[in-house]
């Protein structure tokens, strides 16, 4: 009964190249959330996708930031020309289409912008 | 006045005795409320879900839910030193039934 699988689990990008973050939802799930947590901070909500929709990126910055969840494979969490405010950890979630939206957690990849 | 409001903490409490955690949210929309438990340096990990109101026991936890207060809590019995971490509240933003708001977390220190 695998979980959420995220990778890398810790990424080190010098200033201006690209970061790209992947997640595998939780078998059965077609719902994928990301968010970002800063050092003693709370999680903030980034986007919300299903299969080829983005459903929701109002938390996700305008520039440099995208997200993906194609037909086949993991979901892509792409940010451009990183900056060291970009250092992080990301998270993804997943959860099932039920009424209810409880969300389960990846363990997260820890962006690090030198 | 932040949407989702946790006491930051530390709670410390002895082992063995009811650790009392305690959220409020300012939306009287929301519907799903949920207590994560984070490890440093660990993702969130879901504890409970509660829907209504009134209280919901599994195991040693109990969440507790007032609607009318905007209230929502996390009860721990028998503490043990493997609860210390921080737990997250998160609460569903409006009528949305994805987005969640989260609390910045309590910090809880069980003492052995």
């Known amino acids: 009964n695998a979980g959420v699988m995220q990778n890398p689990r810790h990424l080190v990008r010098r200033r201006g190249q690209e970061a790209r973050l992947r997640c595998s939802p939780m078998?059965?799930?077609?719902?994928v959330y990301w968010y970002r947590q800063l050092p003693e901070e709370g999680l903030k909500f980034m986007v919300y996708?299903?299969?080829?929709?983005?459903?929701?990126e109002s938390g996700m910055p305008k520039e440099r930031f995208s997200a993906e969840f194609p037909k086949e494979g993991p979901s892509i969490l792409r940010i451009q020309q990183v900056v060291r405010g970009d250092s992080a950890a990301y998270f993804c979630?997943?959860?099932?289409?039920?009424?209810?939206?409880?969300?389960?957690f990846g363990p997260g990849t820890r962006l690090t912008v030198t | 006045q932040k949407e989702v409001e946790q006491n930051s903490g530390p709670l410390s409490v002895p082992e063995g005795a009811i650790a009392s955690l305690n959220c409020t949210y300012s939306?009287?929309?929301?519907?799903?409320f949920f207590w994560y438990r984070q490890y440093s340096g660990k993702s969130p990990e879901l504890i409970m879900s509660?829907?209504s109101n009134g209280d919901k026991e599994d195991g040693r936890f109990t969440a507790q839910l007032n609607k009318a207060s905007q209230y929502v809590s996390l009860l721990i019995r028998d503490s043990q030193p493997s609860d210390s971490a921080t737990y997250l509240c998160?609460?569903?933003?409006?009528?949305?039934?994805?987005?969640?708001?989260w609390g910045a977390g309590t910090k809880l220190i069980i003492k052995p």
């Open positions: 979630a997943s959860s099932l289409q039920t009424g209810h939206y409880e969300q389960y």
């Open positions: 078998k059965g799930h077609s719902h």
């Open positions: 996708l299903q299969k080829e929709n983005i459903i929701d």
């Open positions: 939306d009287r929309v929301s519907q799903s």
């Open positions: 509660i829907y």
């Open positions: 998160a609460v569903n933003k409006g009528d949305s039934n994805y987005q969640l708001i």
